[in-house]
């Protein structure tokens, strides 16, 4: 069963950058949308930016547009979200997910309901 594993949050302070990673383990990570939530305490979960496997394209949340980029590499099976300019309200606990069912694959899914595989979270905290 295909496990995904977050990894890279910590405590940082404003203005300061972070990169998260995540590696799934039993399957190929490019063979399925991938995206980044995050959820805040008292909070829904929200996405924060996702890619699309065939063309590259990305969408990102308004509050992290032109700070925070998805990328992918393929080669190292990662997926990555780098993260600049940590602002206090970007603190949460951060979702790597994946929607290995999901169909047709060449679109772009946004939405919590549509992705199936969530790895453990990792905590962001960003100090004012």
């Known amino acids: 069963q295909v496990q995904l594993v977050e990894s890279g949050g910590g405590l940082v302070q404003a203005g300061a950058s972070l990169t998260l990673s995540c590696i799934p383990s039993?399957?190929?990570?490019?063979?399925?949308?991938v995206g980044w939530f995050r959820q805040a305490p008292g909070k829904e979960r929200e996405l924060v930016a996702c890619?699309?496997?065939?063309?590259?394209?990305?969408v990102y949340a308004d509050s992290v547009k032109g700070r925070f980029t998805i990328s992918r590499d393929d080669a190292k099976n990662s997926l990555y979200l780098h993260m600049n300019g940590l602002k206090f309200e970007d603190t949460a606990v951060y979702y790597c997910?994946?929607?290995?069912?999901?169909?047709?694959?060449?679109?772009?899914?946004?939405?919590?309901?549509?992705?199936?595989?969530w790895g453990q979270g990792t905590q962001v905290t960003v100090s004012s």
């Open positions: 039993g399957d190929t990570l490019s063979s399925f949308p």
């Open positions: 890619i699309n496997l065939f063309n590259g394209d990305t």
């Open positions: 997910a994946a929607a290995p069912h999901i169909e047709p694959r060449r679109h772009m899914y946004t939405r919590e309901s549509e992705y199936d595989l």
